[in-house]
């Protein structure tokens, strides 16, 4: 068991509660309480849905507090920043047990070998052409051992088909789930979606939830639905998401990295 004064990586932010520590305290209590409420209302049992909190723009020292907090899975959107945040953290110390750290951003083709060193899953793998580089690359990370088991895939799907935002149609989802399924460094575990600003968020995730089903006729295994944010996560919850991507709500506006 960890010091109580400590976060397990040698830090002491949970110890002296600093000004962040508090704020990050009380933001991530509320998000909990929210979904703890929101999984009840659902009639789905306790811990149904994960947590996943995105510290995509944040430092490291606010990861490092959100472990002493409890924190063990995170989300980030930016390659190479997110690989020299993680390997920044891990340099503080042991932590136990170890943060994962789930890639939600676009990623590019030539990144993939980066993101495949360091991410449990890929939850936005939109085109045919990612899912095999990312398996080249997960297999060269097994066999270098920077990673020890295959790498998690979740097939970003487009609810309004607008290129532009990113995902799949639902009618290009069996090729790229077939390339994925035929790798053994990647894992199929499922689907992710953004709600359309347009529109009403529970028509989207009705939407989802029935192209999720269809899905898993075919790939019974990927179970796990990555959908719902800060402003959304009730309505994503209640239509049978599996994974909620909160920052906002947690870590506060992005942080103006310049004036």
């Given at each position: 068991?960890?010091?109580?004064?400590?976060?397990?990586?040698?830090?002491?932010?949970?110890?002296?509660?600093?000004?962040?520590?508090?704020?990050?305290?009380?933001?991530?209590?509320?998000?909990?309480?929210?979904?703890?409420?929101?999984?009840?209302?659902?009639?789905?049992?306790?811990?149904?849905?994960?947590?996943?909190?995105?510290?995509?723009?944040?430092?490291?020292?606010?990861?490092?507090?959100?472990?002493?907090?409890?924190?063990?899975?995170?989300?980030?959107?930016?390659?190479?920043?997110?690989?020299?945040?993680?390997?920044?953290?891990?340099?503080?110390?042991?932590?136990?047990?170890?943060?994962?750290?789930?890639?939600?951003?676009?990623?590019?083709?030539?990144?993939?070998?980066?993101?495949?060193?360091?991410?449990?899953?890929?939850?936005?793998?939109?085109?045919?052409?990612?899912?095999?580089?990312?398996?080249?690359?997960?297999?060269?990370?097994?066999?270098?051992?920077?990673?020890?088991?295959?790498?998690?895939?979740?097939?970003?799907?487009?609810?309004?088909?607008?290129?532009?935002?990113?995902?799949?149609?639902?009618?290009?989802?069996?090729?790229?789930?077939?390339?994925?399924?035929?790798?053994?460094?990647?894992?199929?575990?499922?689907?992710?979606?953004?709600?359309?600003?347009?529109?009403?968020?529970?028509?989207?995730?009705?939407e989802l939830a029935r192209i999720h089903a269809d899905f898993t006729?075919?790939?019974?295994?990927?179970?796990?639905?990555?959908?719902?944010?800060?402003?959304?996560?009730?309505?994503?919850?209640?239509?049978?998401?599996?994974?909620?991507?909160?920052?906002?709500?947690?870590?506060?506006?992005?942080?103006?990295?310049?004036?």
């Amino acid at each position: 068991m960890n010091d109580p004064g400590t976060d397990g990586t040698g830090s002491d932010f949970s110890a002296s509660r600093d000004a962040r520590t508090t704020e990050l305290a009380a933001r991530l209590r509320a998000v909990r309480e929210r979904l703890d409420a929101a999984v009840a209302a659902a009639h789905r049992p306790a811990g149904a849905v994960e947590l996943l909190v995105v510290t995509k723009f944040f430092p490291a020292d606010d990861v490092r507090r959100l472990i002493g907090l409890g924190v063990r899975t995170f989300g980030e959107s930016r390659e190479p920043e997110a690989g020299r945040k993680i390997a920044e953290v891990r340099a503080g110390g042991e932590i136990t047990p170890p943060p994962t750290f789930d890639m939600i951003g676009t990623v590019q083709t030539k990144k993939a070998g980066g993101v495949a060193r360091w991410a449990r899953a890929v939850h936005s793998v939109d085109r045919r052409k990612l899912a095999e580089r990312l398996a080249d690359a997960a297999q060269a990370a097994l066999d270098a051992g920077d990673r020890d088991d295959p790498l998690g895939v979740l097939l970003q799907v487009s609810l309004d088909g607008d290129p532009h935002r990113g995902g799949l149609l639902e009618a290009d989802l069996a090729e790229v789930a077939d390339a994925v399924a035929g790798s053994p460094a990647l894992s199929l575990r499922g689907l992710m979606a953004i709600a359309p600003l347009a529109g009403e968020r529970a028509h989207w995730m009705a939407e989802l939830a029935r192209i999720h089903a269809d899905f898993t006729r075919s790939h019974p295994d990927a179970t796990e639905l990555s959908a719902g944010m800060s402003g959304d996560l009730e309505i994503a919850v209640a239509h049978g998401s599996t994974c909620v991507r909160v920052g906002t709500a947690i870590l506060g506006e992005r942080p103006l990295l310049s004036q």
